[in-house]
């Protein structure tokens, strides 16, 4: 069970990013996926999660309206469509699954992390 995030960089603010998180060693059908973001000195963050059915999504409420979660099960892929980025978007952003519960905006319920890519908004 592997996953890996990618799409990071530095971005000026009011730019527009996409995060993808690719799984391997297991069919993404029965996950739920989430983004969990680490800003330096702060706690993780869950920012975003998508359900294994795509029928359910979470935003936390700093990112409502500006990112966009979504999985193509066939590719096995989970994107993180950001927009309006700001300065304070700037975290290492890290995927997430669990197969425990439905929706979750606790980064402590995933069960399975990649390794993060860091995202930089600045100008």
């Known amino acids: 069970v592997q996953l890996q995030a990618s799409g990071g960089g530095l971005v000026q603010p009011g730019g527009s990013l996409r995060l993808s998180c690719a799984l391997s060693?297991?069919?993404?059908?029965?996950?739920?996926i989430g983004w969990v973001r680490q800003a330096p000195g702060k706690e993780r963050e869950g920012v975003s999660c998508?359900?294994?059915?795509?029928?359910?999504?979470y935003y936390a409420d700093s990112v409502k309206g500006r990112f966009t979660i979504s999985r193509d099960n066939a590719k096995n892929m989970v994107y993180l469509q950001m927009n309006s980025l700001k300065p304070e978007d700037t975290a290492v952003y890290y995927c997430?699954?669990?197969?425990?519960?439905?929706?979750?905006?606790?980064?402590?319920?995933?069960?399975?992390w990649g390794q993060g890519t860091e995202l930089t908004v600045s100008s």
């Open positions: 998508i359900s294994s059915s795509d029928s359910s999504t």
């Open positions: 997430a699954a669990g197969d425990r519960f439905t929706i979750s905006r606790y980064p402590t319920e995933y069960d399975y």
């Open positions: 060693g297991f069919p993404l059908d029965p996950y739920a």
